[in-house]
Every structure is written in structure tokens, then in C-alpha cells.
């Protein structure tokens, strides 16, 4: 089992930046795949982006590809989202999401959750 925790969310003008971290407890947080998803106002929860245990491999929407990048330390069992050049449309309140054997993807979310983080971008 693993108890997740975001924080570095807030309000940041267009085109600033933001990292958010997730902080996990949990002796096995190694070999668990990782994503960040978010939820706007009225929308749906979307896939943000993810990666795997050993951060061979990173995934990304297209939204966001080549202005968030995904990373973690396993030794310090966190995650990060360094988000570049904000928009406004990237308002959202931010989660992160973890699974012990499968890694996130845009169509399938782990069954673990944080408590989210708001992030505000005004234009």
C-alpha cells in the first residue's frame, strides 16, 4: 500500500512555472509505475503524464508534451511535474496516481490517488 501526497501548486501568471511534487510513503514505492493526471472545473480527469519505476520510459499528452516533464527519486520516494510555459487551459486541480505493477497510461489510471493540488494559470 502507498499513501500519496502533492504539494507545489498555485497561482502563476501564462507562460510561468510550476513543479509539483508527490511525495509517497511506502517501502515498495521503487517499483510502482507513476503518472500525474488533472481535473478542471465541470471536465473530466485526463492523463497528464506518467512514468515507469526505473524512469526508462516517460509518456505524455500531447497538451502538454515539450513543456512538462515527469521525473522521480526513488531514493527520496517522490515524484515530480516540472510544468513550463503554463497556460491558462492548464488550470486544473493536479493528482498524482500510482499502481504496484502497470504503469498509467491516457486510458487507465493506477488505484492509488493523492488528495490533488490546485494549479491556477491566469492569463
Not at 501568471?13 to 500525474?36: I, V
Not at 485526463?46 to 526508462?56: D, P
Not at 493506477?110 to 491556477?120: A, E, I, L, P, R
Amino acid at each position: 500500500q502507498v499513501h500519496l501526497v502533492e504539494s507545489g501548486g498555485g497561482l502563476v501568471q501564462a507562460g510561468g512555472s510550476l513543479r509539483l511534487s508527490c511525495a509517497a510513503s511506502g517501502r515498495t514505492f521503487s517499483t510502482y509505475g507513476l503518472g500525474w493526471f488533472r481535473q478542471a472545473p465541470g471536465k473530466e480527469r485526463q492523463f497528464v503524464a506518467a512514468i515507469t519505476w526505473s524512469s526508462e520510459t516517460t509518456y505524455y499528452a500531447d497538451s502538454v508534451k515539450g513543456r512538462f516533464t515527469i521525473s522521480r527519486d526513488n531514493a527520496k520516494n517522490t515524484m515530480y511535474l516540472q510544468m513550463n510555459s503554463l497556460k491558462p487551459e492548464d488550470t486544473a486541480v493536479y493528482y498524482c496516481n500510482a499502481h504496484p505493477k502497470r504503469t498509467p497510461t491516457t486510458d487507465w489510471a493506477g488505484n492509488y490517488w493523492g488528495q490533488g493540488t490546485q494549479v491556477t494559470v491566469s492569463s
